[in-house]
Structures are given as C-alpha cells and as structure tokens.
Nanobody
Framework: QVQLVESGGGLVQPGESLRLSCAAS????????MGWYRQAPGKQRELVAG???????NYKDSVKGRFTISRDNAKNTVYLQMNSLKPEDTAVYYC???????????????WGQGTQVTVSS
C-alpha cells in the first residue's frame, strides 16, 4: 500500500506565502508524475500544478508566476511553494501521485487526505 501525507496548510492574509509538502511512503516501486489539486466549496477538484519524474512542470493559468512545484525523488516528496496568495486560492489542497507499487505493480493514482488553505484578511 502507498500513503501520501500532506502538511503545510493554514490561514494566511492576501499577499502572504505558504509551502505545502507531501511525502509518499509504503510499498513503492517508482513514482511517475506528482501533483497538487484543489477543491473549493461547491466546485470541482482542479489541477493546480504537476511535475513529471524528470522535472517537467505544468500549472493552472491563474497560478502561473505565483506558485512553484518541485520534487525530491530521493525523499519521494513533492512541494508547492505558493506566493502572493489571493482569497480565490482558498480551498482544500490534495496531493496526487501516479505510482507503481511493489504489491500493486500496475501504476495507479494515489491521493493524500487534503490540507486546508485559507486566504483571508
């Protein structure tokens, strides 16, 4: 089994920064893509940023230039640095990883439990 554990959410004022972390653990053979999604109340879950094993990044248009995704393959960890936060960034943020496991070999998606990010004055 594979587990994803997120940390780093919280309450900040507009213009401030937060850094989210997500560590994968368990019976991992290889982690392919990793990413961050978010879901605001009453809205669908959406991709915020993704990163391939080789480091190629992609971002939702509204966060380009403010958010930066990175990963440490040795630690099976992905990060999301969020700067210049806006109230519209308020959501539950979920970590995602596409993983080939030792027990379940065929790669599949795994999800973290979510961490709340609230941007409010």
């Amino acid at each position: 089994q594979v587990q994803l554990v997120e940390s780093g959410g919280g309450l900040v004022q507009p213009g401030e920064s937060l850094r989210l972390s997500c560590a994968a653990s368990g019976s991992i053979r290889s982690i392919y893509s990793m990413g961050w999604y978010r879901q605001a109340p009453g809205k669908q879950r959406e991709l915020v940023a993704g990163i391939s094993r080789g480091g190629s990044e992609n971002y939702k248009d509204s966060v380009k230039g403010r958010f930066t995704i990175s990963r440490d393959n040795a630690k099976n960890t992905v990060y999301l640095q969020m700067n210049s936060l806006k109230p519209e960034d308020t959501a539950v943020y979920y970590c995602n990883a596409y993983v080939s496991g030792i027990v379940v070999v065929g790669p599949r998606d795994y999800w973290g439990q979510g961490t709340q990010v609230t941007v409010s004055s």
